[in-house]
């Protein structure tokens, strides 16, 4: 296969543009694109207690990463620790009110995004792609079989 007809480079082109996207239509808010997704995340799920560790599988993104994330939205204001009231051994994220007014600017900044991705395509190609895209990420959940040869047993 070539690479221009390679899958996987050009989704890693397209996911890098909108992160790049995102992370611009945040600056003003002083967030990047992950931690946009996090908050809007616990904004919508506030009546929930969320682990760091739901949040990582959630997202597909290790612990060390959520936690940075994390860690970044508590000293920018947006979060706060709290031990969670039903397990003393967990702590309980909690949106502030920054995080409360800045949730609508960030919805509809990320649906401008999502309108620029489909821009030019009608319902039924822009459902074929989700479609797709679907089957992408199942093939990936799935056990693909590697290209690597496998060790011979001796």
Same mark, same amino acid.
């Given at each position: 296969?070539?690479?221009?007809?390679?899958?996987?480079?050009?989704?890693?082109?397209?996911?890098?543009a909108i992160d790049r996207q995102?992370?611009?239509?945040?600056?003003?808010?002083?967030?990047?694109?992950?931690?946009?997704?996090?908050?809007?995340?616990?904004?919508?799920?506030?009546?929930?207690?969320?682990?760091?560790?739901?949040?990582?599988?959630?997202?597909?993104?290790?612990h060390p990463t959520v936690t940075?994330?994390?860690?970044r939205l508590e000293a920018k204001?947006?979060?706060?620790?709290?031990? =969670?009231?039903?397990? /003393?051994?967990? $702590? !309980?994220?909690?949106? +502030? &009110?920054?995080?409360? =007014?800045?949730?609508? /600017?960030?919805? $509809? !900044?990320?649906?401008? +995004? &999502?309108?620029?991705?489909?821009?030019?395509?009608?319902?039924?190609? !822009?459902?074929?792609?989700?479609?797709?895209?679907?089957?992408?990420?199942?093939?990936?959940?799935?056990?693909?079989?590697?290209?690597?040869?496998?060790?011979?047993?001796?």
């Open positions: 296969m070539t690479l221009e007809h390679a899958i996987g480079p050009r989704i890693k082109r397209i996911s890098n995102r992370t611009r239509d945040l600056e003003d808010l002083d967030l990047t694109s992950s931690q946009g997704m996090v908050l809007g995340y616990l904004v919508r799920h506030q009546e929930q207690s969320i682990s760091p560790g739901e949040l990582g599988t959630l997202f597909g993104m290790s940075g994330i994390l860690q204001d947006f979060v706060r620790f709290e031990k =969670d009231p039903e397990d /003393r051994r967990r $702590k !309980r994220i909690t949106v +502030t &009110e920054r995080a409360m =007014d800045c949730h609508a /600017r960030i919805l $509809k !900044r990320f649906a401008d +995004t &999502e309108e620029c991705l489909a821009a030019g395509m009608s319902a039924a190609q !822009r459902e074929e792609l989700l479609a797709l895209l679907d089957q992408i990420v199942e093939n990936m959940q799935a056990d693909c079989p590697s290209s690597r040869p496998k060790e011979e047993s001796k």
